[in-house]
């Protein structure tokens, strides 16, 4: 139930059991805030290109090892 004031919404009535609901999705985001903090502070000091530059190397080291994987397993099945 929404409660308003002159037309605006100011408070909403929930139910106990949205009310539970609601309260562990914020402890679920704020976990995931907390985890994603923890993971940047390392970082703090290390400007952002350099961080991007790394971050696409990286990408592309794992998409060619992946490729090669691939490529290697259809090998293997030809031979087979």
Known sequence: MLV???GVPVAAIVSPDDLARLERLEEQDRRAWGVLERMRAPFRDVPADE???EADRAVAAARARRRAERKGAKETAATA
């Open 51 to 53: 961080i991007e530059r």
């Open 4 to 6: 308003e004031r002159s």
